[in-house]
């Protein structure tokens, strides 16, 4: 027989609810046993997504019971949320301070005080979604990567009240449309950036997290306007289960190709969503929800998220490597005191007005945000206290490597802003600066290849000596390997067939180490292997498929450095080109010279170009910004190098004209 419910006050409605503390519980566990690489727990990073659920729910419920009882003040939102969140976000962040000063590599130094200034600033989810993603190894040594997240939020706060204002003061159905319009807007853009291959921008931004926020809203409206009391007990019960199971589920489940804000996360969110509608005093899902640990769980769930990652990752710093289970399981340990002591004497005390008072909460936060800006900004600018931190030969050196290597690499590739310019898509834009670059220098020189190539692209632009110059390469495409296939028969080709008299020469580069069967890791100093000359001669094909429209030229491969820049700072022995690789070097370029007498393509050896000298340190520039790609200063150095010698002869095609005819692949 169905029960019915009496109409409950908005007080009550919007009481203390432990369930919701001991869901909060689960979801903060859930991300540090992800982080902790705890087997079970790979899809922990949705606990994140049931944070933002929680979130959009409680801020409404809360702002609702204010506006409905004349007490809503968004000067009060404003400083509620600052009292909440920067006294515990200021500590944890001091105290990562020595430790980041300390950090063995000075580089992983900066990059943490140059951390710090987005994140006082709200900002740090920009800053990171710029960066590795969250679901690369590199990001386990983020010790602030988690503020993304409060980020996220500060930037939905600073809207929320202004929105809410303007929805309370709307008819209920122009309200729910603009509710309504803005989720299905906003999941619609997070599903179409995952599936663009967009994914960080997804995780990372506000717009395509906005309806998991907004989710919690209907949650709130729906809770208000007494949707549970209309629903019997057992049923409600029955769905609070489910929506619970939702959650658990997506936490061995997901995985890093199920990246959430998309589609997938409405899984979880719609759990969420179920336990706070459905879950009710006594029944089965409140009571477990309600447990004591848990309750305790959600309660310092805010420190325990805050001091996570930093443990963390300052642990695997300074180890240098992966941490054993007993240690992480240990470091698991460590941060439940440290949450519990954090939200016990800052927390809490800095919440209740009538224990800290405004001026002196907003004095300590000036006073702490200050030392902190200043402190950052010359840890960023001297690039970790490096000249505090060694000696002055040292710290010289190490500000060299660090200078060096400290670029973006894709955007450091060279446009002139004219007719040398680089694309990693024939498209339509590409297509149309070409034909225009036609018109006023005839025809260009097309530079191909891998992310080696992009280097060499780069060094070519910067030569100076080429009006018109295109570069189509793009990292990891060397034409041998088969996911490449696409890219230079189905578009370069065609594209330099409908262009043939517009190019005047096509130059391809790739690395040598993908040639070697087992692949060569020369940083770790691999004996050399079997050179692979079936994939040899598949570039060999592409070359000779290419010449049948224009000159073409085979530029071989630099020889790898095949060390760490910023360990050879220490390691006097490594600051020299490995032999390995210019021994492997020398075989395949008498491998492919052979090959290419009986083609119509050219083979260039490196060498010819410009001799890479025996240590790529100088004193204002390190060539190489890992075991084999140069730095931009590299770059540069080369080309100026080329210019004065002017051996970019060595690159021209002998014939007067191009093959033309030839058969694919002879």
Not at 279 to 294: I, Q
Not at 346 to 355: G, T
Not at 524 to 550: F, H, I
Request: charged share 15%; proline share 5%; aromatic share 14%.
């Amino acid at each position: 027989m169905s029960q019915t419910y009496p109409p409950v006050s908005p007080a009550s409605l919007f009481s203390y609810r432990p369930d919701i503390d001991g869901l909060r519980g689960i979801a903060v566990s859930a991300v540090i046993l992800f982080h902790a690489n705890v087997p079970g727990f790979r899809g922990g990073f949705v606990g994140v997504d049931i944070f933002f659920v929680i979130s959009g729910f409680l801020i409404t419920a809360n702002s609702l019971r204010e506006w409905e009882t004349g007490r809503f003040s968004v000067v009060k939102f404003f400083e509620r949320r600052a009292r909440r969140i920067l006294p515990a976000l200021l500590l944890v962040i001091l105290a990562c301070v020595p430790f980041a000063l300390t950090i063995p590599n000075p580089l992983q130094s900066r990059q943490f005080f140059e951390s710090v200034l987005y994140v006082l600033s709200f900002s740090s989810n920009f800053h990171f979604w710029g960066q590795a993603g969250y679901f690369e190894t590199s990001s386990e040594l983020k010790p602030l990567l988690h503020t993304w997240s409060l980020a996220v939020e500060e930037q939905y706060y600073v809207l929320f009240p202004f929105m809410f204002l303007a929805l309370v003061r709307s008819r209920k159905a122009a309200a729910l449309l603009i509710l309504t319009t803005g989720f299905v807007v906003s999941l619609a853009l997070a599903q179409t950036l995952i599936q663009s291959g967009h994914k960080p921008a997804a995780f990372f931004l506000l717009p395509a997290r906005i309806w998991e926020l907004l989710a919690g809203v209907f949650c709130a409206l729906a809770y208000r306007g007494g949707v549970n009391t209309r629903v019997p007990g057992k049923a409600a019960d029955f769905l609070a289960g489910v929506g619970l199971v939702h959650v658990l589920v997506s936490f061995p489940v997901f995985n890093d190709n199920t990246v959430t804000p998309g589609a997938h996360a409405l899984i979880p969110v719609t759990g969420a969503a179920l336990i706070f509608l459905f879950s009710r005093s006594g029944k089965v899902v409140y009571r477990l929800l309600s447990n004591k640990p848990l309750v305790f769980l959600g309660l310092v769930r805010f420190s325990a998220y805050l001091w996570h990652q930093p443990i963390f990752a300052f642990a695997r710093l300074y180890a240098n490597g992966p941490l054993s289970a007993w240690v992480m399981a240990a470091l698991c340990l460590l941060i439940l005191p440290q949450a519990y002591l954090s939200w016990r004497f800052v927390e809490v005390p800095f919440r209740n007005r009538a224990q800290v008072s405004l001026a002196l909460s907003f004095r300590t936060a000036i006073a702490v945000m200050t030392v902190l800006v200043l402190v950052s900004t010359t840890g960023t600018r001297s690039y970790g206290f490096i000249h505090y931190r060694f000696p002055e030969d040292i710290a010289s050196t190490y500000e060299t490597v660090l200078r060096s290597i400290s670029y973006d690499f894709e955007d450091a590739m060279y446009d002139n802003g004219d007719c040398v310019f680089s694309s990693m898509d024939i498209n339509v834009e590409t297509e149309s600066r070409f034909a225009r670059c036609v018109d006023r220098f005839g025809p260009a020189t097309v530079a191909i290849g891998d992310s080696h190539g992009m280097n060499i692209y780069n060094v070519l632009a910067k030569t100076e000596a080429f009006d018109f110059l295109l570069g189509l390469a793009i990292h990891s495409h060397q034409a041998h390997k088969s996911y490449a296939k696409n890219w230079y028969r189905n578009q370069v080709t065609p594209f330099v067939e409908r262009n043939e008299e517009h190019i005047q020469k096509v130059i391809y580069h790739q690395t040598a180490s993908t040639f070697w069967s087992p692949r060569n890791d020369l940083s770790v100093g691999t004996e050399p292997s079997t050179l692979n000359r079936s994939d040899v001669e598949k570039v060999a094909r592409l070359m000779t498929d290419l010449s049948a429209y224009t000159k073409t030229v085979w530029l071989g491969p630099f020889p790898d450095y095949g060390h760490n820049p910023v360990e050879a700072v220490f390691d006097l022995s490594s600051r020299k080109m490995a032999k390995s690789a210019q021994e492997n070097l020398a075989l395949l370029d008498k491998a492919v010279l052979e090959s290419s007498q009986r083609r119509s393509f050219r083979y260039v050896k490196f060498a010819d170009l410009y001799p890479m000298p025996e240590s790529p340190f100088f004193d204002r520039c390190v060539m190489f910004r890992d075991s084999d790609h140069l730095t931009s200063c590299g770059e540069k150095m080369v080309a100026e190098w080329i210019a004065a010698h002017e051996t970019l002869n060595a690159l021209s095609v002998k014939n007067a004209e191009a093959t033309k005819g030839l058969e694919a692949g002879s």
